[in-house]
């Protein structure tokens, strides 16, 4: 059994309101996860247009099971979780995609966003050099790794997660600062 103190009661709060305004950033519509889906997906969100599962970090549903529920669905999976290092309360999103019967995990991804109403993409954090090199345009009708970067200098690539920052907090409601 798993023991939820306070501590995993806040993180739990403040991933699932960031997950609603990531949702809320890349214009998806949300409904909650069918019933017919693996039980450990119950609580979190399906994006139908990105054909998606939108989960947030919750102490007793591990990687390992999201993995599995990805390969037996062979539904995307968007894990919203709050950084453990910062004294902030910075967002990170894990993808887990299932292509052509395998899965792959990209961690460690930041909101970019080129303006306030600008195109928007998830990219690796820049200040860890251990994370796959993908981006991900959420624009796009599914999550598609691409080793193109949305910025062309690092100014721009600074500027533009300074940015998504400031969006994905603003739409949660000012309640991630």
Not at 1 to 13: Q, V
Not at 31 to 39: G, K, T, V, Y
Not at 144 to 151: A, M
Request: hydrophobic fraction near 45%; proline fraction near 7%.
């Amino acid at each position: 059994m798993i023991y939820l103190n306070e501590e995993d009661r806040r993180r739990e709060a403040q991933a699932k309101e960031g997950a609603i305004a990531l949702a809320t950033v890349a214009s998806w519509q949300t409904e909650p996860c069918p019933i017919m889906l693996p039980p450990v997906l119950a609580g979190f969100l399906y994006c139908r247009t990105p054909d998606l599962v939108l989960a947030h970090w919750r102490r007793n549903v591990s990687l390992g099971r999201l993995l599995a529920a990805a390969r037996e669905t062979r539904l995307d999976v968007l894990l919203v979780e709050p950084a453990w290092m910062t004294t902030g309360s910075d967002l990170r999103v894990s993808a887990i995609l299932c292509r052509s019967g395998e899965t792959h995990v990209y961690r460690g991804l930041r909101l970019w966003a080129a303006g306030v109403d600008g195109p928007t993409w998830l990219i690796p954090d820049p200040a860890d050099m251990d994370l796959d090199p993908s981006c991900f345009d959420l624009s796009l009708k599914r999550m598609t790794p691409d080793e193109q970067r949305p910025f062309s200098d690092l100014e721009t690539r600074d500027l533009g997660l300074l940015v998504g920052g400031i969006r994905w907090k603003a739409i949660a409601g000012g309640h991630l600062v």
